[in-house]
């Protein structure tokens, strides 16, 4: 069964750094998408950032120029740099993957994703 594990949250001042890291293992697609998803007690659950088997990624435009993903296809883990965090990046990090491939690049929609982490926690406080 595909597990995949989350890391790297915590608290920080606004406008600090932080590193999620996500560790994927018994998926083995050849082709797939891999994301990090974000929810707010009493909200819904939204899309961050994605990449997927050929290297596209894809922002939410609140991420745009702060946040970066990238794979480490040889450690089997996903990561998620964000800068300049602000306290609406307060959330429950989730990574997310999917053993499919979509030619206008990854998706940043919830329901295209079959597979779950735990979540890990970030803070970003004023």
């Known amino acids: 069964q595909v597990q995949l594990v989350e890391s790297g949250g915590g608290s920080v001042q606004s406008g600090g750094s932080l590193r999620l890291s996500c560790a994927a293992s018994?998926?083995?697609?050849?082709?797939?998408?891999i994301g990090w998803f974000r929810q707010a007690p009493g909200k819904e659950r939204e899309g961050v950032a994605a990449?997927?088997?050929?290297?596209?990624?894809s922002y939410a435009d609140s991420v745009k120029g702060r946040f970066t993903i990238s794979q480490d296809n040889a450690k089997n883990t996903l990561y998620l740099k964000m800068n300049s965090l602000k306290p609406e990046d307060t959330d429950m990090y989730y990574c997310?993957?999917?053993?499919?491939?979509?030619?206008?690049?990854?998706?940043?929609?919830?329901?295209?994703?079959?597979?779950w982490g735990q979540g890990t926690q970030v803070t970003a406080s004023s």
């Open positions: 018994r998926f083995s697609y050849i082709n797939y998408c």
């Open positions: 990449i997927d088997s050929d290297g596209s990624t």
């Open positions: 997310a993957a999917v053993g499919a491939y979509y030619s206008g690049g990854p998706p940043l929609e919830v329901y295209e994703y079959d597979y």
